[in-house]
């Protein structure tokens, strides 16, 4: 029997998960797709590996050296040797900033999700287990699926997605009305950006060696955010002679864009990136389309963890995730740990 339930296998789920499992707690992580990783996934097709969420996992932070490097240490590890640039509205490239280049830059040869993959194989997940709504049972959570069934009976829920689903399951969910309406408070402050990312591929080279690996767009007044050369970023990650090119689009024309079919995405983004690299590419071989409705926190309303578990801990409810401390990958580990200690501080 599970003592805690972990709502989600994203990286925050997965690294709290091994913190409580360490302190001896029975857990189990609910995961609604096939696969863990949650936004840091990989993606294969036609001889491609590509991640169509997170790029990279940045070094130097506590959290994601003391995982990667040492207790899921693995030959799979890529550290991106090349640089990031950066582009402004007027297509116009510059070197990056030396400092942000100095941090490392993490990925596996067979894609990002290798990490939660790693992660995951000592853990109970039940996977393709969407989790619809929770029962307060004062004490304890029941869980039921989207099927309607009770899933578990818990002392304790940990919930890891980001806060606008977490807000919506909570709404659907049966619990003390105080509760809920100071959680749909704090949770409701919570605004997350869309974004859609494509990958274009090509079975042939159609661009030269570059000094980069991947453009940052450093004035956020271009459709392109983000442009990364996979063959570019590691041995491996594209088979020899092969192009792929992960291209992430910026807010405001992700919305405008949304409803388009991949068709005419790939048509207008393979355009974006010509006139960009100041090159003609041909159409792409393949273009695979991910649509992000949640795919990172705004900055400026991040939610305080501590505050919202003085709420809900004394319920047995638990909250982490990249709402609490910013949309990048080495936060979510580190949000995750944290959460697992205060939740054991809790439990004790
Ligand atoms: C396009 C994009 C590019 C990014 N690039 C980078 C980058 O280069 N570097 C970087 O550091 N970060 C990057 N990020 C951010 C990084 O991916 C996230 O901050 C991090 O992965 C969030 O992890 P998480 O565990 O908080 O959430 P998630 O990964 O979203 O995990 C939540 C999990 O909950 C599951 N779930 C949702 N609802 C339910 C339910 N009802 N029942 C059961 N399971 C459910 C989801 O399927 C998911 O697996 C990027 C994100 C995106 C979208």
Redesign the pocket.
């Given at each position: 029997m599970a003592e805690v339930a972990v709502?989600?296998?994203?990286?925050?789920?997965?690294a709290a998960a091994h913190v409580l499992h360490d302190h001896g707690l029975q857990v189990r992580l609910?995961?609604?797709?096939e696969n863990?990783?949650?936004?840091?996934?990989t993606r294969r097709r036609a001889g491609f590996c590509f991640d169509?969420?997170?790029?990279?996992?940045?070094g130097n932070a506590p959290a994601s050296d003391a995982l990667l490097l040492r207790r899921f240490a693995s030959p799979e590890l890529l550290a991106i040797a090349k640089p990031v640039w950066t582009f402004d509205s007027q297509d116009r490239l510059q070197e990056g900033d030396p400092r942000q280049n100095a941090i490392p830059r993490w990925t596996y040869r067979h894609g990002l999700q290798t990490l939660a993959e790693l992660m995951a194989r000592e853990l109970p997940v039940a996977t393709g287990?969407?989790?619809?709504r929770l029962s307060y049972l004062q004490p304890g959570w029941r869980l039921f699926s989207t099927a309607g069934q009770v899933v578990a009976e818990v002392p304790a829920v940990l919930l890891?997605?980001?806060a606008p689903?977490a807000a919506a399951?909570l709404s659907a969910s049966e619990l003390p009305p105080t509760l809920q309406q100071r959680l749909q408070a704090e949770l409701g402050r919570s605004r997350y950006r869309p974004?859609l990312?494509l990958a274009l591929a090509w079975p042939e080279r159609v661009l030269p060696p570059t000094p980069y690996y991947a453009l940052v767009n450093s004035d956020k007044a271009h459709p392109i955010s983000?442009l990364a050369r996979e063959e570019e970023k590691g041995p491996a990650r594209v088979p020899p002679g092969w192009s792929l090119l992960i291209v992430?689009l910026a807010p405001d024309y992700s919305r405008a864009h949304w409803s388009w079919d991949d068709q005419a995405l790939a048509e207008a983004t393979t355009a974006l990136v010509s006139r960009l690299l100041g090159r003609p590419l041909p159409a792409p071989d393949f273009c695979d389309v991910?649509r992000?409705p949640?795919?990172?926190?705004e900055g400026e309303t991040l939610l305080d963890l501590q505050a919202l578990h003085a709420v809900s801990a004394p319920y047995g409810l638990f909250f982490?995730?990249?709402?609490f401390r910013?949309?990048?990958?080495?936060?979510?580990l580190a949000?995750?740990q944290e959460s697992a200690f205060q939740l054991l501080a809790h439990w004790r």
């Amino acid at each position: 029997m599970a003592e805690v339930a972990v709502i989600g296998a994203g990286l925050s789920a997965l690294a709290a998960a091994h913190v409580l499992h360490d302190h001896g707690l029975q857990v189990r992580l609910y995961e609604r797709e096939e696969n863990v990783g949650g936004r840091a996934t990989t993606r294969r097709r036609a001889g491609f590996c590509f991640d169509p969420g997170a790029q990279y996992i940045h070094g130097n932070a506590p959290a994601s050296d003391a995982l990667l490097l040492r207790r899921f240490a693995s030959p799979e590890l890529l550290a991106i040797a090349k640089p990031v640039w950066t582009f402004d509205s007027q297509d116009r490239l510059q070197e990056g900033d030396p400092r942000q280049n100095a941090i490392p830059r993490w990925t596996y040869r067979h894609g990002l999700q290798t990490l939660a993959e790693l992660m995951a194989r000592e853990l109970p997940v039940a996977t393709g287990c969407e989790i619809a709504r929770l029962s307060y049972l004062q004490p304890g959570w029941r869980l039921f699926s989207t099927a309607g069934q009770v899933v578990a009976e818990v002392p304790a829920v940990l919930l890891t997605l980001p806060a606008p689903q977490a807000a919506a399951l909570l709404s659907a969910s049966e619990l003390p009305p105080t509760l809920q309406q100071r959680l749909q408070a704090e949770l409701g402050r919570s605004r997350y950006r869309p974004l859609l990312s494509l990958a274009l591929a090509w079975p042939e080279r159609v661009l030269p060696p570059t000094p980069y690996y991947a453009l940052v767009n450093s004035d956020k007044a271009h459709p392109i955010s983000w442009l990364a050369r996979e063959e570019e970023k590691g041995p491996a990650r594209v088979p020899p002679g092969w192009s792929l090119l992960i291209v992430q689009l910026a807010p405001d024309y992700s919305r405008a864009h949304w409803s388009w079919d991949d068709q005419a995405l790939a048509e207008a983004t393979t355009a974006l990136v010509s006139r960009l690299l100041g090159r003609p590419l041909p159409a792409p071989d393949f273009c695979d389309v991910q649509r992000w409705p949640l795919a990172l926190p705004e900055g400026e309303t991040l939610l305080d963890l501590q505050a919202l578990h003085a709420v809900s801990a004394p319920y047995g409810l638990f909250f982490s995730g990249d709402a609490f401390r910013g949309g990048r990958a080495h936060l979510a580990l580190a949000v995750g740990q944290e959460s697992a200690f205060q939740l054991l501080a809790h439990w004790r």
